[in-house]
């Protein structure tokens, strides 16, 4: 077993890193390739580090949107030759071009919700891209379904709406192949990529779950790209992510990105609480902004909230308007009070709960009998789905009781709409509903609210048929404290959607409020969504990113690593790779040597239970300080008495204990103090404080010295043993602000030593000195002669 230091340190030596910075010799891609198939006559080296002396200009930037479905419409043309394609107006990636830059061209890589025949696929590529500007992926069908069907919407959605397989048929058992179907199709993505990229000039968006490891395979190849990111579903608990199998690789994968987007706190919380306990990484918050350090990159935490495209919503809304979908349901509900829920058809929307709260209104309430109506859109589901049987059957089972149990003629409370409807259906909807009420149990985002508040407010600067623009505008919301939005809408009715009757009591208070309360909550949500619309969203997000990457063309960047355990190693320019042949000339050469050792992570592995060095350390040891021209170090904060007696075969080694308070030259030597410090009074205050904190904290210990003392909490919980340790750092600064000493914390511990520390000085001319011990990036060398 090695440390990870050691470990990092074999990778840093190894050699095998692409050369950087040839610039002449690298052969430039044209920024877009128009012949669809293989590219490797342009990989001459994959590894290759895509390098340049100045950060690329914003005007000679694009876009490319990455995502599982091109924002597209297709359907066969009526002769049955070819194909016809039109913009998915619906589609949120169409939209968020409007935050881009003018200038910014924009490609879009993804597949088709259609299969297109083998022999078709090259004339549908160069029509897209010429036309669309998109580059089509077709998947082969055994591949897609294991990858769509099977890894996507059996593993990752359902465990990412917090659905844990407990039985086969509950969310599905993981399986080895729909895995490995899930990175074949991503690097299939990521081939298409590669196609139209120009690494020095784009930027690269993915989006969501469905292509969590592209990062990996499009870092692999070119260090210093762009790369963003953004999860538009929920990012589970730790407690949930940690029970997925292939855990770690998608952590890892994903933080290949340079940008990491989600839309709530509360998800990017989760996120980094995973990297904290699995990959031991913390993030640190700096002017308003979160990033983790990862291999000497760091990788930005995005939270915001996507936004509707306020031009889209108004223009359905006239089409309504046009079409008097307005006036019929106008009509049709006359003198009602219409409740609305728009809902995709699955297990996680809630839509039975709505129900439920919808009866116990009407039970509870009878005045809205015969008055309130729930009108229940039920979009049908992309996919398969998990129990969409069931849910059916019980949605359409609660329908059917309510409405016998309080339905008369010409009234039914419950009306259900089990069919696909258009936008522009849906706006009238919106503008008929005297309140909206989404009960999802998990959701990642939701946009119904703020179309709903959108169509509320009425077109600007037009009267139309619905009056709504004329009149005051008013809307209610109640919304589901688990959904992406319900932060952001702070004047709705925030409801836990499995408290029905608290549901129903919401849903009655929202539809009893007086107007000009009504009036008040919706102007305050209307000017965040029209001012948080998707352009503002994709133009925070391009400029996160630009900020993240900033320092992309001014570090040394080396890939590492084998399958998802590959990471990019940013260093400063003036690195210079350690080479075993520099330090073995190095040695050769020169007639007097200084060797600093350090003892835990790097003579020993740092998590291993047997303390004392083997026979064949201590054999090697001997051989190096047995060197009359070597001075031989072992540089340790552990006590001199562990060292005493794990180094007591070693003649000519040096110690260094308790990080050089002692020190003792040779085995025949005397130890000597380096301190002038005598009084160590100070312990019996730090101790019980300590002691107190151990005692509420399992798995942390207190460590004394001669010198210092050190509580470790390496074996506790990682987010509760850092929040102790940062607790206790100031406990004892109040307790010891008297005292000559430091309180510092490190690597899973606090330490308080004596602030005045005395330094051992070698005086050795034309020497050569070596440093050898474990940083947080990895294990490190520093040569010097």
């Known amino acids: 077993m090695m440390s990870r230091s050691y470990t990092n340190l074999l990778d840093l030596a190894s050699g095998n890193f692409p050369v950087m910075g040839r610039e002449r010799d690298r052969r430039r891609m044209s920024r877009v390739m128009t012949v669809p198939g293989s590219i490797c006559e342009l990989d001459d080296d994959q590894a290759v580090s895509v390098s340049s002396d100045n950060q690329s ?22 002769d049955n030759k070819g194909w016809s394609f039109s913009w998915n107006e619906d589609s949120l990636l169409l939209r968020l071009k409007d935050g881009l830059p003018e200038d910014m061209e924009v490609l879009f890589v993804g597949s088709l919700s259609v299969d297109v025949d083998p022999i078709e696929q090259d004339d549908v590529s160069s029509y897209l891209l010429d036309k669309f500007r998109c580059v089509p992926t077709f998947l082969p069908p055994n591949i897609l379904e294991k990858y769509y069907e099977g890894f996507c919407k059996r593993h990752l959605w359902p465990l990412f709406h917090y ?12 399986d080895r192949s729909m895995w490995e179907a899930y990175v074949a199709a991503n690097k299939m993505f990521s081939q298409k990529v590669v196609e139209v990229l120009n690494p020095e000039d ?13 990062p990996t395979f499009l870092r692999r190849r070119f260090n210093r790209l762009r790369i963003g990111f953004f999860l538009h579903s929920p990012f589970p608990s730790s407690e949930i992510y940690r029970t997925l199998p292939v855990r770690e690789e998608i952590l890892k994968a994903l933080l290949c990105s340079d940008l990491v987007g989600f839309h709530t706190f509360d998800y990017a919380r989760h996120f980094l609480s995973c990297c904290s306990r699995m990959l031991g990484l913390e993030y640190q918050s700096k002017r308003g902004y979160i990033g983790l350090e990862y291999y000497g990159r760091t990788v930005g935490i995005k939270i915001m909230p996507v936004g509707v495209h306020m031009g889209h919503i108004e223009s359905m809304k006239k089409i309504a308007d046009k079409e008097l979908k307005f006036k019929e349901l106008k009509q049709q509900f006359e003198g009602k009070t219409v409740l609305l829920g728009v809902d995709d058809l699955d297990i996680f929307k809630g839509i039975n709960l709505k129900l439920l709260a919808m009866e116990h209104m009407l039970k509870q309430h009878p005045k809205w009998q015969g008055q309130a109506v729930l009108v229940q859109i039920a979009n049908p589901m992309r996919g398969k789905g998990i129990d969409l049987e069931e849910i059916q059957a019980e949605i359409q089972e609660g329908c059917k009781r309510i409405n016998k149990q309080f339905g008369k003629p010409g009234y039914e409370p419950i009306v259900y709409i089990d069919r696909s409807v258009s936008s522009s259906e849906r706006m009238a909807y919106y503008s008929v509903a005297e309140c909206v009420v989404v009960t999802a149990v998990r959701d990642g985002m939701n946009l119904t609210p703020y179309e709903y508040i959108v169509c509320r407010q009425g077109v600007s600067g037009a009267e139309t048929d619905s009056g709504v623009a004329g009149g005051p505008n008013k809307s209610m919301l109640v919304v589901s404290e688990f959904i992406g939005c319900s932060p952001s809408l702070s004047g709705a009715i925030r409801i836990n959607p499995w408290n029905v009757e608290a549901t129903a009591e919401a849903m009655n208070e929202a539809v009893s409020m007086n107007e000009a309360e009504k009036q008040l909550r919706h102007e305050k949500h209307y000017r965040y969504v029209s001012t948080h619309d998707v352009a503002y969203w994709s133009r925070s997000f391009l400029q996160d990113m630009e900020r993240t990457c900033a320092d992309h063309f001014r570090k040394r960047c080396y890939g590492i690593g084998l399958g998802f355990g590959f990471r990019v190693v940013s260093l400063d320019p003036n690195f210079r790779k350690l080479s075993i042949d520099d330090i073995v000339n190095a040695y050769i050469k020169s007639k007097s040597r200084a060797i600093f050792l350090d003892y835990d992570g790097t003579v020993m592995p740092q998590n291993s239970i047997i303390k004392s060095p083997s026979a064949e350390v201590i054999s090697i040891l001997n051989k190096i300080s047995g060197d009359p021209n070597n001075t031989t170090f072992i540089v340790s904060g552990r006590g001199r008495e562990s060292l005493t007696k794990w180094f007591s075969p070693c003649r000519k080694l040096g110690l260094a204990a308790e990080h050089g308070y002692f020190l003792r030259w040779e085995r025949e030597q005397e130890w000597e103090v380096c301190s002038q410090t005598s009084d160590f009074g100070w312990m019996h205050l730090a101790e019980p404080v300590m002691q107190s904190y151990t005692d509420a904290t399992d798995g942390s210990c207190i460590e004394r010295k001669e010198s210092a003392i050190v509580w470790q909490y390496r074996d506790a919980d990682s987010g509760f043993g850092f929040s102790q340790a940062k607790e206790m750092l100031d406990h004892l600064e109040s307790v010891l602000a008297n005292e000559p000493v430091a309180v510092k914390s490190g690597q899973h511990i606090v330490e308080v030593k ?4 005395g330094h051992q000085r ?15 990036t990895g294990g490190f060398c520093a040569l010097h002669w």
């Open 57 to 78: 200009s914003l005007a000679g930037d694009r876009m490319i949107v990455v995502a599982n479905l091109l924002p597209l419409k297709a359907k066969r043309r009526p």
């Open 754 to 757: 004596p602030q005045a520390r």
């Open 163 to 174: 659905m844990l397989p407990f039985s086969p048929d509950h969310g599905g058992r993981f």
């Open 762 to 776: 070698f005086s050795c001319r034309k020497s050569l000195y070596i440093f050898s011990g474990e940083r947080k």
């Open 202 to 214: 784009d930027f690269v968006w993915i989006h969501d779950y469905h292509l969590m490891v592209l």
